[in-house]
T-cell receptor
Framework: NAGVTQTPKFQVLKTGQSMTLQCAQD?????MYWYRQDPGMGLRLIYY???????DKGEVPNGYNVSRLNKREFSLRLESAAPSQTSVYFC????????????FGAGSRLTVL | QKEVEQNSGPLSVPEGAIASLNCTYS??????FFWYRQYSGKSPELIMS????GDKEDGRFTAQLNKASQYVSLLIRDSQPSDSATYLC??????????FGTGTSLTVIP
């Protein structure tokens, strides 16, 4: 049981380049999330998808787009990367009801030069 | 105002002591409350969830929730060096949003 799988684990971009972070979960969870983590800032919610077919902005959505491709997959796209987007990105998922608990992927470390 | 506030620490306790971590939240619509532990370079892992007022114990960990005061705490008894990590408080808001505090760094000194 893989849980939440993120790719890539590491990426270096130049300013202005674009890239997509991929996330997939195999737990039949309804809700999926993208967070970024910067030193001293904790985890900040970028976008989330409460259920398949819906996406909503979180605390820090500017500069990002998301796609809930199907129930399993939720991708995060940086259209024109900026140095301020250098961060560790975590994808997470939850069942979306009842004992609603977040399960995290291993993280993706992105550096924008 | 950030949804979830934590004292960033660092907090240092000697081995065998009780570590006390605190968290306040701003949204009275918060439904569920969580403590995650994060080791350096790793992803957060759930250690406690609490849904109603009072105490919830799991081994050496006790979570306490007071919705009237909008306050959540985590007590770690008999602290071990392996408990040294950053502890993140999280709340679940209506609409399935999860918000986190900035985390408290705990060091347990052998």
């Amino acid at each position: 049981n893989a849980g939440v799988t993120q790719t890539p684990k590491f990426q270096v971009l130049k300013t202005g380049q674009s890239m997509t972070l991929q996330c997939a979960q195999d737990m039949n969870h309804n809700s999926m999330y993208w967070y970024r983590q910067d030193p001293g800032m904790g985890l900040r919610l970028i976008y989330y998808s409460a259920s398949e077919g819906t996406t909503d902005k979180g605390e820090v959505p500017n500069g990002y787009n998301v796609s809930r491709l199907n129930k399993r997959e939720f991708s995060l796209r940086l259209e024109s990367a900026a140095p301020s987007q250098t961060s560790v990105y975590f994808c997470a998922s939850s069942i979306g009801a009842g004992a609603n608990v977040l399960t995290f992927g291993a993280g993706s470390r992105l550096t924008v030069l | 105002q950030k949804e979830v506030e934590q004292n960033s620490g660092p907090l240092s306790v000697p081995e065998g002591a009780i570590a006390s971590l605190n968290c306040t939240y701003s949204d009275r619509g918060s439904q569920s409350f969580f403590w995650y532990r994060q080791y350096s370079g790793k992803s957060p892992e759930l250690i406690m969830s609490i849904y109603s007022n009072g105490d919830k114990e799991d081994g050496r960990f006790t979570a306490q929730l007071n919705k009237a005061s909008q306050y959540v705490s985590l007590l770690i008894r008999d602290s071990q060096p392996s408990d040294s990590a950053t502890y993140l408080c999280a709340v679940n808001l209506p609409g399935n949003q999860f918000y986190f505090g900035t985390g408290t760094s705990l060091t347990v000194i052998p």
